[in-house]
């Protein structure tokens, strides 16, 4: 690429390219970082049945791309796509019913802007057209972006079949290819394609055939190669999703929108479900007063833990005596008191508990009392679930009588409480309201909503909690641990509804690991690898604890709670609300990149998400004097995290090549290393820096400074009062970092801090 002369003398003050590093684009330019899923919803009935969604998407999203989804069987195929769509994907079973209309549409396409030959066409699984038969030459263009040449027939593949070659790069990711037996398409790679996994029929001379495949327009991988389902109907990657989307994307260097990372530490949030609040837990005597799940979990994980943040759902229908019966006054003034607490957000878990959201779409109450009849009438079966029977049978002994008929009995039931009709207003306005009831007078805080049962809520829905000002989480999530040792199991950021969004929580919690609080009670345990796995070699997740009140129930789930909450103490982590992380993640999909120069970009759009990756980057450093509203840079191995600073709405990021033995940033100035709490509106001179604070528990931080040792003086005052807090003198190290520990008053209110040592 050539670069301008403005470009080239740019270069030449900050050094040369470093060897193997992509250089950027030096005109004003989009970022292209969103993806077009096209579906066939003939197939799947929305977004996220697809198997782009399943399994796909978390890639994209932690290699930095968001998903759109377009129902090719509703939806007319737009002539010219924006300029900032990087790629089309499309995975099908079989060619669709619109296949025609597709694959002419997919030949020609382009997008809009300076690089219209640069949108890239990816197809998994079938490719989407009939490969035997009439060829046309649409269909041989189509190809030809994917890298391939139809044959013409498909070849019969058993025993006596062979690999050919395949690629270490791409193929054996989470398990090694077999080829399995049946038919298969003949392709082969087309003019300037690279052949990643050939297959032939036999070991004589029959005609080889592609599986894998990467060219200059695209890539294909059929369905072989993908993901494969062992016996238990758990799949595992043989492709390498991470490696075949870089190699047929081909970004090069550019800022990856993180969504793990805050202040250049992972971050860290947790959610109790309110789900057992009420629940007396089982008595050693028969005279012993019951105690409810709602007061162990005050006492033991709420209150202990004043430095680890919480978000506390609560299902206001088990507060109300006409629905949650005796307990319900009980379990309100045990909420109060929970919501007294700084480091306790309030969220809803909506007023009824629904199990199954998509009933509630097109409701009709006549159905509904259809099931309520039929429940009553019949046995109740050992309800899994929700919760074992134990429990569950705790929590009805204790229901009001009127209502007891009412009262979901198992999974068939669409919600736990059915006396009332349903109402969307009930469940998300109503029961937000309800919940700010509870809070502390002054405290005025916006409760978030957390999604209940199948976490597969309706457009409807998600739109009602952006009405009411609510953060919404729930759903997805995932297990990777040695029973479950997969990426696929894993759920990506979020996902399209319609014209609204959901953000998903990032992992699993208790109910998924103990099998919906049975049996074993220390399977939550088990989250420890999960942490571990999401965040290494790859963060992919950031750290989230999430368990429900009916985990105050058994010594075993207790401890293990406990367990969990003491290794979060002794984790380098940066904690937040739950409801921050739904903003990040809503942040992630509104971002919007530019170009702007040579290894310089403007960030717009961005919402809460404060942190960007470049991967690799071990041959460049954050470039302070060309950059603005960044608050630092932190690297660890080859990836580089830059800071975003809330107080600029569009930050511009730049890198230049890093010179032998230099920092994650440039010298001179102040630059954020890594920090617990949250840092924001940095302002800095030659010999001071001044920024505003707030968090959880002790206030580690450690900032690169310029100059010498110091001392540096610490100064810590309350952001609204002016109030000095705290004053203290601290050395730099000779490395040049400065590392402060601030004393734990974040969580009440944010602080300003100043440094100098002028």
């Known amino acids: 690429m050539k670069l301008t002369l403005l470009a080239a003398l740019a270069y030449l003050s900050i050094g040369m390219i470093p060897a193997g590093q992509a250089a950027v684009p030096d005109a004003v330019a989009p970022v292209a ?141 989470e398990r090694e290819f077999s080829i399995p037996p049946g038919r298969l398409p003949a392709l082969t790679a087309a003019p300037g394609a690279t052949s990643r996994l050939r297959i032939a029929a036999d070991p004589g001379g029959a005609p080889a055939s592609e599986m894998v495949v990467t060219a200059p327009g695209g890539g294909y991988a059929n369905d072989v190669a993908l993901v494969r389902e062992d016996g238990a109907g758990f799949g595992r990657w043989i492709l390498d999703p991470f490696a075949f989307f870089e190699a047929v994307l081909a970004p090069g260097l550019w800022p990856v929108p993180d969504t793990t990372t805050l202040s250049g530490r992972r971050i860290f949030f947790s959610t109790i479900s309110g789900e057992g609040w009420t629940t007396a837990a089982p008595a050693e005597r028969l005279d012993d007063s019951p105690v409810l799940a709602g007061a162990i979990v005050l006492d033991q994980f709420l209150t202990p833990y004043p430095d680890i943040p919480v978000t506390l759902s609560l299902v206001t229908g088990d507060l109300d005596p006409a629905l949650g019966g005796p307990f319900a006054a009980q379990g309100e003034a045990l909420a109060k008191a929970a919501l007294t607490l700084p480091a306790v957000e309030p969220a809803s878990r909506s007023r009824t508990l629904p199990s199954r959201w998509t009933f509630f779409e097109n409701y009709r109450r006549d159905q509904e009392l259809a099931i309520v009849d039929r429940l009553g009438r019949t046995a109740r079966p050992t309800d899994r679930s929700l919760v074992s029977e134990a429990v569950s049978t705790l929590g009805r002994a204790f229901a009001p009588p009127d209502a007891g008929a009412y009262l979901g009995r198992g999974g068939d039931a669409p919600r736990r409480y059915m006396l009332e009709p349903f109402d969307l207003d009930a469940e998300v306005g109503g029961s937000l309201r309800a919940v700010s009831a509870l809070e502390p007078a002054g405290r005025g805080e916006t409760p978030a909503f957390a999604w209940s049962g199948d976490a597969q809520p309706f457009e409807a829905a998600l739109a009602a909690t952006r009405a009411a000002g609510a953060p919404a989480l729930g759903g997805g999530g995932g297990v990777y641990d040695a029973t479950l040792p997969t990426v696929s199991n894993l759920a990506p950021i979020g996902v399209a509804v319609g014209g609204e969004r959901q953000v998903y929580s990032a992992l699993s919690g208790d109910a998924a690991f103990t099998h919906f609080w049975s049996t074993p009670s220390h399977g939550f345990l088990r989250l420890a690898r999960t942490v571990e796995a999401t965040g290494s070699p790859r963060r992919l997740k950031p750290y989230e604890l999430s368990y429900a009140a009916y985990s105050a129930l058994g010594l075993g789930l207790r401890t293990a709670v406990r367990m969990q909450l003491d290794a979060v103490r002794t984790a380098s982590v940066a904690p937040i609300p739950a409801s921050r992380y739904a903003a990040i993640a809503a942040g992630f999909a509104s971002l919007r990149e530019t170009t702007t120069g040579p290894l310089a970009w403007r960030i717009e759009g961005q919402g809460a998400l404060a942190t960007l990756r470049f991967d690799p980057a071990g041959g460049y450093q954050l470039d302070l004097a060309r950059s603005r509203g960044v608050t630092g840079a932190r690297r660890e191995g080859d990836t580089l995290y830059v800071g975003l600073d809330a107080a600029e709405p569009t930050p511009v990021v730049a890198l230049r090549p890093l010179p032998r033995g230099a920092t994650a940033a440039s010298a001179p100035g102040f630059a954020l290393d890594n920090a617990r709490w949250s840092v924001r509106n940095v302002v800095q001179d030659a010999c001071s820096l ?69």
Not at 92 to 119: C, I, M, N, T
Not at 732 to 751: C, K, M, N, Q, W
Request: proline share 8%; hydrophobic share 45%.
């Open 33 to 173: 970082r969103r993806i077009l899923a096209v579906y066939d919803g003939n197939a799947d009935s929305a977004p996220r049945f697809t198997r782009i969604h399943r399994y796909a998407e978390l890639p994209l999203n932690y290699l930095g791309y968001q998903l759109e989804y377009l129902d090719l069987s509703r939806a007319p195929l737009p002539a010219e796509l924006d300029a900032d769509i990087a790629a089309v994907l499309v995975w099908f079973d079989a060619p669709p019913l619109e296949s025609a209309r597709f694959v002419a549409w997919a030949a020609e396409v382009r997008r809009a802007g300076r690089d219209p030959d640069g949108l890239r066409l990816v197809a998994f699984g079938d490719p989407g057209l009939p490969l035997i038969g009439a060829r046309s030459e649409a269909g041989d263009a189509y190809l030809a972006r994917l890298g391939l040449v139809a044959g013409g027939w498909e070849t019969r593949f058993g025993v006596w079949s062979r690999v050919v070659s395949a690629d270490p790069k791409l193929i054996g990711f």
């Open 690 to 758: 001044r920024f505003e604070a707030q968090g959880f528990g002790p206030g580690e931080m450690t900032w690169r400074v310029p100059g010498g040792a110091g001392p540096w003086r610490v100064e810590v005052s309350d952001a609204v009062s002016g109030e000095r807090i705290y004053w203290d003198q601290q050395p730099a190290g000779a490395d040049g970092l400065l590392s402060l520990t601030l004393p734990p008053v974040g969580a009440v209110r944010p602080v300003r801090v100043g440094l100098s040592d002028c």
